[in-house]
């Protein structure tokens, strides 16, 4: 499976400062028998965006503002409950690449990270000032592991590791990076034994 690549975003933020936002919040038990990501943002944080008999609610999520973001911060303890795909699915059809927290659940951590989406955990005194400040440009620098806040906010470092940082960078999955190192040793078989034959 691949994705956009993620190198570097800078996007307006979308700002939910609830705290334990789980998985069922974020993609409603209801819509997981859906069996592909195309269309699952429309249900991103369904209870939020729309009322019982349909229509819409008057949620930033249901804004011009809110679909142009890219960035997504979230209150502490991002991405708890249930593991379910269907959460990292339904946030990147809506058109988010980056959750920053200042913690997020770890099987939605490593859920994101093979499905094309970065979650950071930032230090407190950063990520409140991005819950205090919505709707700021930021930028994330996938390259250099940074996030650089605007106003003269700071440059603040976060943690991922190589293997993720590479698939994200490169816009594949665990699949396609083993799909494209088969590739590469066909490559390189054929060429040793045009060298043995020579």
């Known amino acids: ?38 269309g699952l943002g429309e249900h991103v944080f369904a209870n939020l965006r729309y009322n019982a008999d349909g229509s819409e609610t008057d949620h930033i999520l249901n804004t011009p503002a809110g679909k142009a973001s890219e960035i997504l911060v979230a209150g502490h303890n991002f991405g708890c409950g249930s593991s379910r795909e269907h959460a990292p699915w339904g946030l990147t059809d809506y058109g988010i690449r980056v959750v920053i927290s200042s913690e997020v659940a770890d099987i939605f951590r490593t859920n994101s990270l093979k ?7 930032i230090e407190k005194r950063a990520h ?52 494209g190192q088969h590739i590469e040793l066909d490559k390189f078989e054929k060429n040793q034994g045009g060298n043995r034959n020579s």
């Not at 993609?27 to 028998?33: G, I, R």
């Not at 499905?115 to 955990?121: A, E, Y």
């Open 1 to 38: 499976m691949s994705f956009q690549p993620l190198t570097k975003v800078t996007s307006k933020t979308l700002v939910l400062t609830a705290t334990n936002i789980d998985t069922d919040q974020i993609m409603p038990a209801k819509f997981l028998s859906m069996t592909t990501k195309a």
């Open 115 to 121: 499905n094309g989406l970065l979650p950071i955990i």
């Open 128 to 179: 409140d000032w991005l819950l205090d400040n919505p709707g700021v440009e930021v930028t994330v620098d996938l390259d250099s592991c940074e996030v650089h806040l605007p106003r003269n906010g700071g440059t603040y470092k976060f943690e991922i590791d190589d293997f993720s940082r590479h698939c994200l960078m490169e816009g594949v999955d665990e699949m396609g990076y083993l799909q």
